[in-house]
């Protein structure tokens, strides 16, 4: 089993910025898809970025593009976002998710294995 913990939400003004955090626990972690998504009340999860964990390999939906950077620390067991220049359409419930996968990111939810519990995003404008 993979946990998945995320921190380092909360409420910012427009144009300003926020690092999410999210620290894995379980099985060694090697060929694993990483992705965050994000959920307002009422919509779909909505994809935001992933990072593929043994290559690198980063994807980005066009809405945080420029904005937003997906990264990993392989020795902490950690992925992060880091989010610029916020705007109130960000605001939403934040989660990270894993899934086994050697090659490509999945942007679809429903292939993630995994999720973490979520953290709020809160963009005043």
């Known amino acids: 089993q993979v946990q998945l913990v995320e921190s380092g939400g909360g409420l910012v003004q427009a144009g300003g910025s926020l690092r999410l955090s999210c620290a894995t626990s379980?099985?060694?972690?090697?060929?694993?898809?990483m992705a965050w998504f994000r959920q307002v009340s009422g919509k779909e999860r909505e994809f935001v970025a992933g990072?593929?964990?043994?290559?690198?390999?980063?994807y980005y939906a066009d809405s945080v593009k420029g904005r937003f950077t997906i990264s990993r620390d392989r020795a902490k067991n950690t992925m992060y976002l880091q989010m610029n220049s916020l705007k109130p359409e960000d605001t939403a419930v934040y989660y990270c998710?894993?899934?086994?996968?050697?090659?490509?990111?999945?942007?679809?939810?429903?292939?993630?294995?995994?999720w973490g519990q979520g953290t709020q995003v809160t963009v005043s404008s």
């Open positions: 379980g099985r060694p972690f090697s060929n694993y898809a």
């Open positions: 998710a894993a899934v086994s996968r050697r090659v490509g990111v999945p942007f679809t939810s429903y292939e993630y294995d995994y």
């Open positions: 990072i593929s964990w043994s290559v690198g390999s980063t």
